[in-house]
């Protein structure tokens, strides 16, 4: 069973561990293979933005673990863009899942974790980018009611990242207990 928790300070090299493994393993799969992915300088900088992301009061990182072993991640808080009414989207800044598990609910978990985050904080929409060579991801946003917005930015191997929205779906009704 994958259970899900916030992530701790000491669960640092882990996420930076499996953010490099997934991270790899995508722009790999998109044609993009360049040294930098796997780069000591290109560690150095994940392992920071990690480090930041635990420290910063306005983000979320949630693991998921099997077993004791961390299979998932996920980085959520307010947008970056400015083009967005931050009083009413979320953003969904990063799901990763260890690539020997692609396939077995993770990520989808992850999602539906995002998806409580937006709800209680009152948002009604979700914003994220994936890398348009990255079609495992898009295709799992979209499977889970993402839409491209129109935006896109430059991104490695002469691709883009192309921004999406998701609508946040009605909760799901609670049954009236009569008594």
Same mark, same amino acid.
């Given at each position: 069973?994958?259970a899900?928790?916030?992530a701790?300070p000491?669960d640092?090299?882990?996420?930076?561990?499996?953010?490099?493994?997934a991270?790899?393993?995508?722009y790999?799969?998109?044609?993009?293979?360049?040294?930098? /992915?796997?780069s000591?300088?290109a560690?150095t900088?994940?392992? =920071? +933005? *990690?480090? &930041?992301a635990l420290?910063?009061? @306005?983000?979320?990182?949630?693991c998921?673990?099997?077993?004791?072993?961390l299979?998932?991640?996920?980085?959520m808080?307010?947008?970056l863009d400015?083009?967005?009414?931050?009083?009413?989207?979320g953003?969904?800044?990063?799901i990763h899942?260890?690539?020997?598990?692609?396939?077995?609910?993770?990520g989808?978990r992850?999602?539906?974790?995002?998806?409580?985050? /937006?709800r209680?904080?009152?948002?009604?929409?979700g914003?994220? =980018? +994936? *890398?348009? &060579?990255?079609?495992?991801a898009? @295709?799992?946003?979209?499977r889970h009611?993402?839409?491209?917005?129109?935006?896109?930015?430059?991104g490695?191997?002469?691709?883009?990242?192309?921004?999406m929205?998701?609508?946040v779906?009605?909760?799901?009704?609670?049954?009236?207990v009569?008594?």
């Amino acid at each position: 069973m994958t259970a899900l928790r916030p992530a701790h300070p000491d669960d640092l090299d882990a996420i930076t561990d499996l953010h490099t493994e997934a991270r790899t393993a995508y722009y790999r799969a998109g044609g993009w293979s360049a040294p930098e /992915l796997t780069s000591p300088e290109a560690l150095t900088r994940r392992r =920071e +933005a *990690w480090q &930041r992301a635990l420290h910063d009061n @306005t983000r979320t990182v949630l693991c998921a673990e099997r077993d004791g072993e961390l299979t998932g991640i996920a980085l959520m808080g307010p947008p970056l863009d400015t083009d967005v009414d931050a009083t009413a989207v979320g953003q969904l800044f990063q799901i990763h899942v260890r690539p020997d598990h692609w396939g077995e609910g993770i990520g989808s978990r992850l999602h539906a974790a995002f998806v409580r985050f /937006l709800r209680e904080a009152s948002l009604d929409t979700g914003l994220l =980018e +994936a *890398w348009e &060579r990255n079609s495992r991801a898009r @295709t799992f946003y979209t499977r889970h009611g993402w839409q491209p917005d129109g935006h896109r930015r430059r991104g490695p191997g002469e691709g883009a990242y192309v921004r999406m929205r998701l609508a946040v779906p009605a909760a799901p009704a609670v049954p009236t207990v009569l008594s």
